[in-house]
């Protein structure tokens, strides 16, 4: 029965891989938070977690998705911690149930990007004006039609600028249903305009033609707020940890790492805890 | 070509400069495929010799069923697990979600129908083969099953290389299970992803160019080891 020992062997042999993987990465004390792909795509986790690791002995695992999946995947208490920016989203969050306090902690701002030679003529600094170019001219505009932050505040400016979407929407506006990072890459291809966060724009190395068109409008504010998922619903949620990242941001060791973040000397976030 | 120049001295730089990083990235890639590739072939193999050389009803069913499998799109294996593996899930008791092991599972999940059907296809061409042969020897079936499969090792071989590259290659249910989560569960390819998200093109291809001669790599490592057992076995 050589063979079928030898069979038996490359089994156990696999077994004992797949728990070698495994325990590699067990007994480390560690938080997860979903937040979204601005926060992760401008580099600043890469900056800030690690000086919070260093005060608390906790390490913070980030899923960066969109806002609205950031806090589908908390709600099944995938997450101890969402840090997101969709003001109306996390109070709908916070008001069921799923998580308990929202707290503010920064802020940046939303710009529109779009083709150097600006065909649509939609430079200023009123971005309901510009939208209402845009859509006259049927210029391409890239959506990122996947329920995140960015794609609420989109919608919410289309509506500003007094235009159902819905009516004259066609082949110029596309939803890619993609990141940040994915939607700005599309962008550029197309020489088309989008709404992006500061900070992933900062960040972006592929801008092809693209520059920013629009921007300082006060309705362009982008606040990011943080929530821990309520434990009483989730008894796996790490209360005491997250409560502790949470208590960090939002203090000054936190709040003065935020700001101090730069790319190319430009602030990216501007803390807003305190207000 | 300019890019693509640039992107190959870049790569170069990476390997060269032995980045812990990238070498954190690199082996945990290489970790969780060939752990996937192992355990679906521990598991594929016998079921798909088992479904060669077995006569039971159902069994062309079963057949199709894992032909079609093959061609699972990775988001609706991964999709899947997350609900499993999702706290909120059946599984979500055992903690899984966003870890290496995660990873293992959904690349599993996908290969071992292309195992199973490849392993069978073998399998059964060889049965044609040695039937009579092993039926005259008196062999039972599950004694058989492990024979021919001792016996086509070689030809098996390329069936494991098939799950690898699968294995390796996978983005979309990784993404959903392991969550690239930097220095957990960040693989190759889910950090090419990031990279061209984040419009660092040139990054992102030299990662490629790194993952393109990791897959080269193992599978002259298979060459050279099938070589070996040839002149050893053969």
Known sequence: MQVLDRLRRAILLAALSLFAVAGAAAGERFITVASTTSTEQSGLFDYLLPKFTQASGIKVRVVALGTGQALDLARRGDADVVFVHDQAAEEKFVA?????????????DFILVGPKDDPAQAAGQDIAEGLRRIAAARAPFVSRGDKSGTHAAELRYWQAAGIDLDAIKGPWYRDTGSGMGAALNTAAALDAYLLADRGTWLNFRNRGKLSILIAGDRRLFNQYGVILVNPARHPEVKAADGQRFIDWLVAAAGQQAIAAYRIGGESVFFPNAAE | MQEFAASLALAAHLVSAGDARLAGIVSLSLGVSLGATLLACALGMPLGAWLAIGRFPGRHTLIVAFNALMGLPSVVAG??????????????????????????????????????????????????????????????RTRAVATLLWDGRFSLSIVGLAGFGRAIAEVGAVMIVGGNIDGVTRVMTTTIALETSKGDLPLALALSLILIALVMGVNLFAALLRAWAARRWG
């Open chain 1, 96 to 108: 069921a149930g799923d998580g308990l306090r929202r707290q503010p902690v920064m802020y940046n």
């Open chain 2, 79 to 140: 999709l899947f697990l997350y609900l499993l593996l999702s706290r909120a899930g059946p599984l979500g008791g055992l903690g899984l979600l966003f870890t290496p092991t995660a990873i293992v599972i959904a690349q599993t999940f996908l290969i071992a129908p292309l195992i199973v059907a490849l392993t069978r296809q073998l399998i059964e061409d060889a049965w044609q083969e040695y039937r009579e042969q092993l039926r005259s020897l008196g062999a039972r």
